[in-house]
């Protein structure tokens, strides 16, 4: 690794950082896409219409139980999250009727007993409310007002004055934060939502408070160069351990440092910059290929500086981030490595038996195989030696980032095997995931006969069924080179691409001031609370 970190190295400082098509320009797809997008379309369809059945007006489905789940206040997230995937799709009966349940539905205050999650809240609710007003050619104002409910109620978060990081979670009923710790990722994901608000609102309010939130963690110290610690203390804007990760609780902030930049064509080159760094950061700290079949993941960085060979479905998205960002910043050393990433992320489902991926994995690199926890028994350590990975979590949740990733991977490349992989888990969640109504998870990925999970997460709708109709579809509609998506896969329409983005070729000076972490407990990292339900 050593001398490829060399030769990386050379290709970045002499690379010229001007933004090329994200797209392959003569893509064709091949004559089955009609069929296979089609079929994503009638799984769209069984889980919606198993959804207005059992669950309407609610957040979720419970497709086992043939019941509903209010995770998200109530609001009904599952509409909200469908809506951009349905006018995609043509259903625009369905979106009428989605936008008459939004403008009658009472944002201001929660429709359960729960605080309002600032992250989820944003990247659900007020993502999937722009998104729709803008795909619909703007002729559905109140999505905007609806978004505008939410953001107002939100801005709370910044309870005190000249509070840079927001606090993660808002009780509606008195506009009280609730006084805790947050990370990276819901602090500092929320700029690709507000800056849309702000721009039809005309209020810049929005904007300038996310913006200042992640300027103060591109400027915080951290404890890897452009790398911050996945733990953030809003009351003191201390940095809350040194745990470094793609994963969840750090992964959209890194997401949209470069997607910020894409959406806003800003001449603010920090946001660039910062990922640029991270990147570069990445590929000399935490870049490992397996011992076996040489597969390529980023590690975790611990507490203690010590590397963490763990993987994870969520931190499965940094294949295509990382080809995005090649692609703008015209690195294609970048893009190469977001493609091994993505053909990595894509093994672990090749090799389960029911050819979709798990939750949470490990893998073992020539320094070792060290995750935090116990070491591998006998089975795992006979799979790895048989995939190149092992599995640590085996369950599904419907979660998207590895077809997130190699959607990207097919637009960006047009190799008739991310065409395939769309395929071959099309296949896979029509014969191992269907249950009682709907579709839904299950709790084993290596086992046929899993026991199924009773939880259809909105995501499904906005994410998982949107990045495979679109992988099935012409790469002319909702183009990577004319859309950023959120990091929910909501999408948004962005202007022609500038000609360069970042300051120059080589990683931007960072932070000087020592690293300090304080310790304290950390907010879960994106539970399913309808699992959580019964605990």
Known sequence: MTSFRRWFLAVLAASVVKAEPVQKSDLQLPPSASFHQA??????????????????????????????????????????????????????????????????????????????????????????????????????????????????????????????IPYGFIDFSNLQPTIATSNIAEAGSLTLEWNRLSLYTGNSTYQTLVEKSVQYMINMPTPLPGMPAQGIDPLTGDPVGGYVTWGGGSDSYFEYLIKYARLTNTDDNSYADAWLTAADTSVKKLLRSSTVDDWLYLADYDDDEVIRHVGSHLACFYGGNWILGGKLTNNETLVSIGLRLTDACWNTYASTATGIGPEGFAYISSDGNFTGNTAPSQEQLDFYYAHGFYITAPDY?????????????????????????????????????????????????????????????????????????????????????????????????????????????????????????????????????????SL
């Open 39 to 164: 079929t994503v379309k009638e799984l769209f369809v069984t889980s919606y219409e198993a959804y207005q059945e059992y669950a309407w007006g609610h957040d979720d489905l419970l497709p086992v139980s043939e019941s509903y789940f209010d995770g998200r206040n109530g609001w009904g997230a599952s509409i909200a999250d469908a809506m951009g995937t349905m006018w995609i799709m043509g259903l625009t009966d369905w979106f009428e009727q989605a936008v008459n349940h939004t403008a009658n539905t009472d944002f201001a205050i929660s429709h359960t007993y729960d605080t309002v999650s600032l992250f989820e809240t944003t990247i659900r609710y007020v993502a999937g409310f722009i998104s729709a007003y803008e795909l619909s050619g703007g002729i559905y104002p109140v999505l905007v007002e609806k978004a505008q409910d939410l953001a107002d109620q939100m801005a709370y978060a910044w309870v005190r004055e000249n509070q840079s």
């Open 397 to 533: 949740i419907l979660r998207p980032e590895v077809l997130e990733s190699n959607f990207y991977a097919w637009r960006a490349t047009g190799d008739p095997k991310y065409f395939n992989n769309a395929i071959s888990a099309t296949v896979s969640f029509k014969k191992y995931l269907p249950t009682t109504v709907a579709y839904t998870g299950i709790y084993d990925v290596d086992n046929v006969i899993s026991e199924k999970v009773d939880d259809m997460e909105s995501f499904w709708f906005a994410e998982v069924l949107k990045y495979l109709y679109l992988t099935f579809d012409d790469p002319n509609h909702i183009s990577l080179d004319e859309y950023v998506f959120n990091t929910e896969c909501h999408v948004f329409k962005a202007p022609p691409a500038k000609s360069h983005y970042g300051s120059g070729s080589e990683p931007q000076t960072v932070s000087s001031q020592p690293f300090s972490p304080i310790s304290a407990p950390l907010p879960a990292v994106s539970p399913i609370l309808a699992l959580l339900r």
